[in-house]
């Protein structure tokens, strides 16, 4: 199966390099050619635009930043919708809002083609292994015609017959997400200020029924002062407006996602947006006059 990737940035490049390692035909496309230079090496072939990428394949994913580059690369010059085929799928991966799925999913379905959402909970480790969560949400005939990729990327999948619910899936996801790393940096800032060691506190939550992975993980990072980025806090910016968009459609107040939203606000302003999530923690650090490290 010849199979293109669009969008080879900090997930979507292991993806792809997942796919062309376990022997898949790849085609692929990256406004910055030179990311996809270990791909090229591997055997995957360089296309000039997603257009050329859906014209010589049945099936191109997508992983990229937002809801406009979606709609670009989906039905801009050069997109998607300009070399589809009647049997052709496009897959987006990426975090998006629901009204451009389900806009893309109609746009897609007057060529007599499909767009499919599924969206991805995991990090770089996880999409190099291959164990992302994977929600796939739109036609189940076209998802299940795509369950090899789909096995091979994750380590569990989920259909979800409307487009639109694996969109408001990932941004929930990413709800706790941004809300558990607010109360986790809240925690350390707060245990430093009175003097207790954050070690401890990571110690305690790891003991006790608040025991999550990421906890650990990020709380521990933080104490190295490690804020690599896994995962960009203009990103999780990003992704707080969209779960706030999406529950304003919906009629939802969520009052303390306003107040992570302001602290993401806050971070992106003091120049921390390419750091990692956690990298929020030192709004918190200034307004209290403390650093949270070992």
Not at 20 to 27: A, D, I, P, T
Not at 106 to 111: G, L, P
């Given at each position: 199966?010849?199979?293109?990737?669009?969008?080879?940035?900090?997930?979507?490049?292991?993806?792809?390099?997942?796919?062309?390692?376990?022997?898949?035909?790849?085609?692929?496309?990256?406004?910055?050619?030179?990311?996809?230079?270990?791909?090229?090496?591997?055997?995957?072939i360089?296309?000039?635009?997603?257009?050329?990428?859906?014209?010589?394949?049945?099936?191109?994913?997508?992983?990229?930043?937002?809801?406009?580059?979606?709609?670009?690369?989906?039905?801009?010059?050069?997109?998607?919708?300009?070399?589809?085929?009647?049997?052709?799928a496009?897959?987006?991966?990426?975090?998006?809002?629901?009204?451009?799925?389900?806009?893309?999913?109609?746009?897609?379905?007057?060529?007599?083609?499909?767009?499919?959402?599924?969206p991805?909970?995991?990090?770089?480790?996880?999409?190099?292994?291959?164990?992302?969560?994977?929600?796939?949400?739109?036609?189940?005939?076209?998802?299940?015609?795509?369950?090899?990729?789909?096995?091979?990327?994750?380590?569990?999948?989920?259909?979800?017959?409307?487009?639109?619910?694996?969109?408001?899936?990932?941004?929930?996801?990413?709800?706790?997400?941004?809300?558990?790393?607010?109360?986790?940096?809240?925690?350390?800032?707060?245990?430093?200020?009175?003097?207790?060691?954050?070690?401890?506190?990571?110690?305690?939550?790891?003991?006790?029924?608040?025991?999550?992975?990421?906890?650990?993980?990020?709380?521990?990072?933080?104490?190295?002062?490690?804020?690599?980025?896994?995962?960009?806090?203009?990103?999780?910016?990003?992704?707080?407006?969209?779960?706030?968009?999406?529950?304003?459609?919906?009629?939802?107040?969520?009052?303390?996602?306003?107040?992570?939203?302001?602290?993401?606000s806050?971070?992106a302003?003091?120049?921390?947006?390419?750091?990692?999530?956690?990298?929020?923690?030192k709004?918190?650090?200034?307004?209290?006059?403390?650093?949270?490290?070992?």
């Open positions: 199966m010849r199979i293109g990737f669009v969008g080879l940035g900090m997930m979507g490049k292991p993806m792809a390099l997942r796919l062309v390692e376990k022997g898949f035909s790849l085609r692929v496309f990256n406004r910055t050619r030179g990311k996809a230079s270990e791909l090229l090496e591997k055997g995957a360089w296309c000039a635009s997603p257009r050329a990428i859906m014209e010589e394949c049945e099936i191109v994913i997508s992983m990229i930043s937002d809801s406009r580059a979606l709609e670009e690369i989906s039905a801009g010059h050069e997109g998607v919708l300009e070399g589809i085929q009647g049997n052709g496009h897959i987006d991966m990426s975090t998006v809002s629901p009204m451009t799925t389900k806009k893309l999913e109609q746009a897609y379905r007057k060529k007599g083609a499909t767009f499919l959402h599924a991805v909970l995991g990090s770089v480790p996880q999409a190099t292994e291959g164990s992302l969560l994977i929600f796939v949400g739109g036609d189940l005939v076209t998802a299940h015609r795509c369950e090899s990729i789909f096995t091979l990327l994750g380590r569990r999948v989920w259909y979800l017959e409307e487009i639109t619910k694996a969109t408001h899936l990932k941004l929930i996801c990413n709800l706790f997400i941004a809300s558990m790393m607010t109360a986790l940096s809240e925690g350390l800032v707060l245990g430093q200020k009175v003097g207790l060691p954050s070690g401890t506190v990571l110690e305690v939550l790891k003991e006790s029924s608040l025991a999550a992975p990421m906890y650990q993980t990020k709380g521990e990072a933080i104490r190295r002062r490690d804020f690599v980025p896994r995962f960009m806090v203009s990103h999780m910016h990003k992704d707080v407006n969209l779960v706030l968009g999406a529950a304003q459609a919906a009629s939802v107040p969520l009052p303390v996602v306003n107040a992570v939203r302001e602290l993401y806050q971070a302003k003091l120049g921390l947006g390419k750091e990692d999530y956690s990298a929020v923690i709004v918190l650090e200034r307004s209290a006059g403390v650093e949270v490290k070992s």
